[in-house]
C-alpha cells in the first residue's frame, strides 16, 4: 500500500488534464517505449468508441492515452495504472476524442473543414520531421512508421480532424456575446474584494491522539456502520484487489516494422551482447542509459516503475513475469523491437474480500470520526481564543520562517495561519484553502476587518477565519476596468457556448462506447 498513491500530487496533475481545453491538438509522437497488450489472447474489439456511426479505433485510443501517461510521468508524476484508472483519465482521455470527432463531423456539416496549405504548415514546423532545421519528407516517414505506426494519407486525415474541430469550436465561440449589463454585474463581484487569515483543523492532525477501539467498541461501530464500511470497500476496491506487479527496467532496441531477418538478427545480437556485460557485472541502469533507444526510459536508466502483466506485449509479460526480482530475461522480440528486461522487485496478486478487511476499514473509520471530533473541538476553542483577543498568526505561527506547510506542499501536522491574498466575491474558492461556499458567504457579508463567527466545516475540517481587509466595489473604476473585463466576461461565455454546443451534440447524435475495449487497453 505505501507505494501506491500519492494522492494529492497525483490528483493535482490529474485534475489539470480534467479541465483543460475541450480537447487538445496533439501533433508529436507519443510512444510510450511499447503498447498495451491484448490480455488473454482475446479478440480485440476494433472501436474504443462510436461517434454518429464513425468509429474511433482502439489503436488510436490506445496511442492517446499511452502519450497522455508517458507526459505525467515526464513531469514527475509517478502515475501508475492503478492511479490513472482510479481518477479517470482513460475515460477523460476518450472523452476529449470523442469531443473531437464530434466538433469535426459538425465541422464538415457547417461547411468549416481544415485546408491543404494548414496542415502542411503544421508538417512543417513540427521538430520531429526536420533535418538540419528543415523539414524532410524521408524523415516525417520514418517517424510516422516507427512511432506512430501510421501512413502519411492516415497521419495527414488525423490532423484535419483536428484542425476542423478547433476551427469549428473557433466559429461557435465567435458567438459569444456580452452585454453591458453582463460586465457591470462582473465589475460588482470582482470589486467585492476581501483578504482573510485562517487556520484550518484536520483530522489528520489528531489521528494519533485516537487510541485503537476496544474489541467490543469495534463490535458495535461495525454494527452500526456496516453500509459505511462496504461503501468504503467498495470505493478503495483497487487497493484489495491488485493483479500481479514488477517493478522492472527495459532495455529497447528499436526494429523496423518491415526489417529483414538479418537485421532483426543483427539487433538480437547487440541485446544478446548487452545482456552478457550485464551478467558479467555491468549496472543495468547505466546500459540502458547508454544503449537503451526507448527515449521515454533512456534517461532514466530504463526505469519503468510497476507494470502490469496485462499492460505489455504477451511474449514480453511472459517472459519478464516468469522470473524472480533480481533476474534478467533473455532477448525477446515485440513489434516495438528486442527488449531486455530486468525484474526488481515483484508484488503478487491480491484479491482481499471484505470479510476480510471489514476489521481494518471499521478501524480506520472509528479512528477518523473520533480524530474530525477532536479536530471540531480543537476549532471550537481556538475560535474562542481569537474572539477573545488573541491573534490567530500568533496561536498558530508557521512551523518554518515564510510560508506555512499547505504552501510548501507539506503534510500538515497542526494547524498553521495562512494570509491569504486579495480575492473577490466572483471566486468559488478561498485561496490555498479551496472550496468553501459557507466561509465566503460570510467573507463578504462582513462589513469590515472582523473575527468570523464559527467555525465551518471544510472538507474534512475545520477552518476559523478572520477577515483582514474588505474592500466594496468603486464605481470610479468601473470605466478604467470596464474593457478588461468584457475580455474577461466574453472568455467565460466562450467557454460556455463551448460547452453548450458540445452538449448538444452529445444529445442530438449518437455516441457509443466500448467499455471492454478500454478495459482492454488499460488493463481494467
Excluded: C
Amino acid at each position: 500500500m505505501k507505494d501506491a498513491l500519492e494522492p494529492r500530487k497525483v490528483f493535482s496533475i490529474l485534475f489539470i488534464i480534467a479541465i483543460a481545453v475541450v480537447f487538445t491538438l496533439q501533433f508529436g509522437p507519443g510512444s510510450s517505449g511499447f503498447g498495451a497488450a491484448n490480455p488473454g489472447g482475446q479478440a480485440t474489439p476494433s472501436a474504443a468508441a462510436t461517434v454518429n456511426g464513425k468509429e474511433i479505433p482502439v489503436l488510436e485510443f490506445r496511442r492517446e492515452y499511452a502519450g497522455q501517461l508517458q507526459y505525467l510521468r515526464q513531469q514527475g508524476s509517478p502515475v501508475t495504472e492503478a492511479v490513472a484508472r482510479q481518477f479517470g483519465l482513460p475515460q477523460q482521455v476518450l472523452e476529449r476524442m470523442v469531443n473531437t470527432e464530434l466538433l469535426a463531423q459538425a465541422g464538415e456539416r457547417h461547411g468549416v473543414r481544415a485546408s491543404d496549405e494548414e496542415i502542411l504548415k503544421i508538417l512543417h514546423r513540427s521538430p520531429e520531421f526536420q533535418k538540419d532545421g528543415v523539414f524532410d519528407y524521408a524523415t516525417y516517414q520514418a517517424v510516422l512508421r516507427d512511432y506512430f505506426r501510421q501512413t502519411p494519407a492516415d497521419y495527414e486525415e488525423d490532423i484535419r480532424k483536428r484542425l476542423t474541430a478547433q476551427k469549428m469550436m473557433e466559429v461557435v465561440q465567435n458567438g459569444a456575446v456580452v452585454s453591458d449589463d453582463e460586465i457591470r454585474a462582473r465589475f460588482e463581484k470582482e470589486g467585492n474584494q476581501a483578504r482573510i487569515v485562517f487556520a484550518r483543523f484536520l483530522p489528520t492532525m489528531y489521528a494519533d491522539k485516537v487510541p485503537a477501539p476496544s474489541a467490543a467498541d469495534l463490535a458495535t461501530y461495525r454494527q452500526a456502520h456496516e453500509k459505511e464500511i462496504k461503501d468504503y470497500y467498495e470505493a478503495n476496491r483497487f487497493v484489495y484487489q491488485q493483479p500481479e506487479r514488477i517493478r522492472a527496467r527495459q532495455i529497447l532496441l528499436k526494429v523496423a516494422p518491415n526489417a529483414t531477418p538479418e537485421q532483426k538478427a543483427q539487433a538480437m545480437e547487440r541485446a544478446q551482447a548487452l545482456r552478457k556485460e550485464i551478467e558479467g557485472g555491468k549496472d543495468f541502469a547505466e546500459v540502458a542509459a547508454a544503449s537503451s533507444e526507448d527515449p521515454g526510459t533512456k534517461a532514466k536508466g530504463g526505469d519503468l516503475g510497476w507494470v502490469e502483466r496485462g499492460n505489455w506485449d504477451p511474449a514480453l509479460a511472459t517472459a519478464a513475469f516468469a522470473l524472480e526480482a533480481g533476474q534478467l530475461t533473455q532477448p525477446v522480440e515485440t513489434p516495438f523491437g528486442i527488449h531486455l528486461v530486468k525484474v526488481e522487485e515483484k508484488k503478487p496478486a491480491q484479491d482481499k474480500k471484505l470479510e476480510e478487511v471489514q476489521d481494518e476499514i471499521a478501524t480506520s473509520l472509528y479512528k477518523r470520526e473520533k480524530a474530525k471530533e477532536l479536530a471540531q473541538a480543537e476549532a471550537q476553542k481556538a475560535l474562542a481564543e481569537v474572539k477573545g483577543g488573541k491573534a490567530l498568526t500568533a496561536l498558530f505561527p508557521p512551523e518554518k520562517e515564510g510560508q506555512p506547510a499547505l504552501l510548501r506542499f507539506e503534510t500538515e501536522t497542526r494547524p498553521e495561519a495562512v494570509q491569504t491574498d486579495t480575492f473577490n466575491a466572483a471566486s468559488t474558492n478561498v485561496p490555498h484553502l479551496g472550496p468553501a461556499p459557507d466561509l465566503l458567504t460570510a467573507v463578504f457579508a462582513s462589513k469590515g476587518s472582523q473575527v468570523l463567527d464559527q467555525a465551518y466545516p471544510v472538507g474534512e475540517g475545520f477552518v476559523v477565519a478572520q477577515v483582514t481587509e474588505r474592500q466594496l466595489p468603486d464605481d470610479a473604476k468601473f470605466a478604467e476596468k470596464k474593457d478588461e473585463l468584457r475580455k474577461q466576461a466574453e472568455q467565460a461565455k466562450q467557454y460556455e457556448v463551448a460547452d453548450s454546443f458540445l452538449k448538444q451534440l452529445k444529445k442530438s447524435g449518437k455516441v457509443e462506447t466500448n467499455t471492454a475495449a478500454i478495459d482492454q487497453v488499460v488493463g481494467g
